[in-house]
């Protein structure tokens, strides 16, 4: 139909419809600037050590501790010390590679008067915390959980985590995955390896 044809209430009607819709795109994205100025809190450990305690945990059905690259194996008494995730077409295979481990102490044997003792030394795992791959934050961590009552989403503010995630960069790399599909995980309280969870796998 040609536009000369249209009536001219039905026009106003259109005009209004597209400013209504205007004036609310623009609410919504002050109402989110809002929110997100109110959050922009800048991660600040407290150095509560909450997070150096409850490390040895089940996880689905296996029971795992805190994870460590091989070479941080030796930050930590051998007794506790088991591996994490190895590769390969099975264990037993001559080609099965050991890729990471994972110490099974469940009050991290370095903390002391709620202080890390190797703080300069800490594994990576510890670095990244409390950064979580899926890009948010861990809320059992001190510092966020009344911030995410509050505002819920809006906590995660990536450039406050510049060392956090270098740390799970690192962590990534070197876990040096080549079969992603061959995959397995340790179950420290049964002592035996199962096929690792593809959702375990893409938290690192
Ligand atoms: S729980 Fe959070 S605030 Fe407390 S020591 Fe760990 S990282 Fe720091
Ligand atoms: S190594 Fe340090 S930061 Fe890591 S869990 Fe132990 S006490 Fe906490």
Redesign the pocket.
């Known amino acids: 139909m040609c536009r000369s044809h249209i009536p001219q209430p039905v026009v106003s009607l259109v005009l209004l419809d597209i400013y209504e819709a205007r004036a609310l795109q623009r609410k919504r994205f002050l109402c989110q600037f809002k929110l997100f100025s109110m959050a922009t809190h800048y991660f600040?450990?407290?150095?509560?050590?909450?997070?150096?305690i409850g490390l040895f945990g089940q996880h689905g059905k296996i029971w795992l501790g805190l994870f460590l690259l091989p070479w941080e194996r030796k930050l930590f008494p051998s007794e506790y010390i088991h591996p994490r995730y190895g590769e390969g077409r099975k264990p037993s295979h001559r080609k099965f590679r050991i890729l990471a481990y994972q110490m099974s102490a469940n009050v991290c044997p370095h903390l002391a008067d709620?202080k890390c003792q190797i703080y300069e030394n800490r594994p990576l795992i510890c670095r990244s915390?409390?950064w979580i791959p899926n890009g948010t934050v861990d809320t059992?961590?001190?510092?966020?959980k009344d911030r995410v009552d509050s505002y819920g989403q809006w906590v995660t503010i990536a450039d406050s985590y510049v060392d956090e995630l270098s740390a799970r960069e690192k962590i990534r790399k070197d876990m040096d995955v080549r079969k992603p599909n061959q995959m397995w995980e340790y179950d420290v309280a049964t002592k035996s390896w199962g096929k690792a969870e593809a959702s375990r796998l893409s938290g690192l």
Do not use: A, T, V
């Open positions: 600040q450990c407290l150095g509560c050590g909450e997070c150096c709620n915390y409390p059992d961590c001190s510092f966020w």
